[in-house]
């Protein structure tokens, strides 16, 4: 039964895609019976808790005996009355029935993927439950997500959508209307939002005696952010993975969930056939959380800040923005001091007569690091030394040898640093830093851009 346990969560996922509805059928009382002795004896050989499946299916009997269902004439009403029974009763609300859908002769399996083939897709099932990914304004990044499909199949959604996301200063990840999925992808999705190997669920399964441990994973196909703010959106329709991934970020700190308290689904598990008109989910594992011990079945996960699902948006957004008031305010007060000591430094650059090289090593080291902390860029630092290298070509030097060190497949930083060095009467390096640059910037009109520049500069030495 290896198979059964491994394929359940995507088969699961597949499921939800697809529109539960069935042409109702009329049963009647034996049909019913039958449903129920085999609802009992899958749930005795696959459930996760065998004293549980074991009590569970006795009180079933009993019910259906004592004509607790005798009001449901059709296979829908009667799916839907046994789901509800069976959530309540055995305390999990992955327990579910479904009534197949039927066409003519095709039945069962056959009957679930003519409907597939014939329903029109679900939102969101064609990019793998990524609806939506922008940056709002503030600079706050958000994403949709309606489920955690395959990772084969969505990782590329995910790495788009979280490369988008990548430069925000907040991130807010939307499960309001996410049904769950793969743990394999819940995994993936939470190591983008840390840089250290902890455990953040693990999933044991009755068949085996089996215990599945997901980490954050080292690599993902995108920059880490493990410090960026985050917020979670949850309702009550935030469901199995949804939920994980929500709780795996609450118990360990690293985001702020806004909301509804979840759906309360922790146990996996898959679809398995009672008969050619009726299948069950039947939950085959359990979740347990490294910090907790335990899981959100039955309760849900709780938000941090609770207010309306409909209306969590709007909340996360207020909260990222006075987050990131009080963030940069101490960001400004430490990018001051930075800046002070930066621009102190610069000027001592400028202002010194002493040879380039000796300039370099007394300066370069620390100005490199301060401009590093302050994330200037070489366009910045460009900048800068195209306005100066007519009086202080000493200076524009300096700057466009730490700019090249940021970017070197920058044309325009060797034609500006050539051309310094061209103004300080040292035309074989200025030739030099033209070499060097032909062997790093790609595409021909760069690489003539160069040459021309190489040619300009030598004719101009030539004049002297």
């Known amino acids: 039964m290896k198979t059964v346990k491994r394929t359940a969560l995507s088969l699961a996922l597949m499921l939800s895609f697809v529109s539960s509805a069935a042409l109702a059928q009329p049963i009647d009382k034996q049909q019913k019976k039958a449903v129920v002795e085999r609802i009992s004896s899958l749930m005795n050989e696959h459930y996760v808790f065998p004293a549980t499946a074991q009590a569970t299916g006795e009180k079933l009997t009993a019910a259906l005996a004592q004509g607790e269902f005798a009001q449901y004439e059709d296979s829908e009403a009667f799916a839907e009355a046994l789901s509800s029974w069976l959530q309540e ?16 002769e095709i039945t069962g399996a056959e009957s679930q993927l003519r409907k597939k083939l014939v329903s029109q897709p679900r939102y969101g099932s064609l990019t793998k439950g990524v609806v939506a990914a922008q940056v709002l304004e503030g600079n706050i990044g958000y994403m949709d997500l309606r489920g955690f499909a395959h ?82 959106l949850t309702s009550d329709r935030t469901f199995s993975g949804a939920e994980e991934f929500s709780y795996n970020m609450q118990t360990r700190n690293r985001a702020t969930l806004v909301g509804q308290t979840t759906g309360g689904g922790a146990n996996p ?17 359990t979740a347990i959380n490294p910090v907790t011990k335990t899981n959100w079945e039955s309760v849900g996960v ?23 008031g009080g963030d940069w305010q101490k960001l400004k007060a430490q990018r001051e001091v930075g800046a002070d000591k930066l621009f102190s430094l610069l000027a001592n650059v400028k202002a010194s007569e002493d040879n380039l090289n000796s300039i370099n090593k ?22 800068l030394a195209h306005e100066s290298w007519e009086q202080h070509p000493k200076y524009a030097a300096f700057l466009l040898e730490i700019a090249v060190g940021i970017n070197d497949t920058e044309t325009f930083l060797y034609e500006y640093w050539a051309r310094s060095l061209a103004k300080l009467n040292n035309p074989e390096k200025a030739k030099q830093i033209i070499d060097l640059g032909l062997t790093k910037v790609e595409g021909e009109e760069h690489i003539a851009m160069l040459k021309e520049a190489l040619a300009e500069i030598t004719a101009e030495t030539k004049k002297l």
């Not at 999705?189 to 215990?211: I, K, M």
């Not at 301060?370 to 460009?382: F, G, K, P, Q």
């Open 89 to 104: 009763h055995a305390e999990d609300r992955h327990l579910r029935v479904r009534a197949n859908p039927v066409k003519k």
């Open 151 to 232: 990772l084969p199949e969505s990782k590329e959604y995910l790495d788009s959508a979280m490369k988008l996301l990548s430069s925000s200063d907040a991130i807010i990840i939307d499960l309001r209307k996410n049904g769950g999925g793969s743990p394999t992808t819940v995994q993936y999705l939470c190591s983008y939002f840390f840089d250290e190997p902890l455990l953040l669920n693990s999933l044991y399964y009755r068949e085996g005696d089996e215990t599945r441990d997901f980490y954050v994973l080292d690599k993902v196909n995108g920059k880490k952010m493990p410090d960026v703010p985050l917020f979670v």
């Open 269 to 285: 598990g898959g679809m398995f056939t009672i008969n050619e008109d009726f299948r069950m989910f039947i939950a085959t594992g």
């Open 302 to 324: 709780k938000p941090d800040v609770e207010v309306n699902a409909d209306d969590a948006l709007d909340k996360a957004i207020a909260l990222a923005t006075e987050q990131l």
């Open 362 to 383: 007394a300066y370069q080291n620390e100005v490199s690091k301060l401009i590093t902390s302050l994330a200037i860029s070489d366009r910045d630092l460009a900048y």
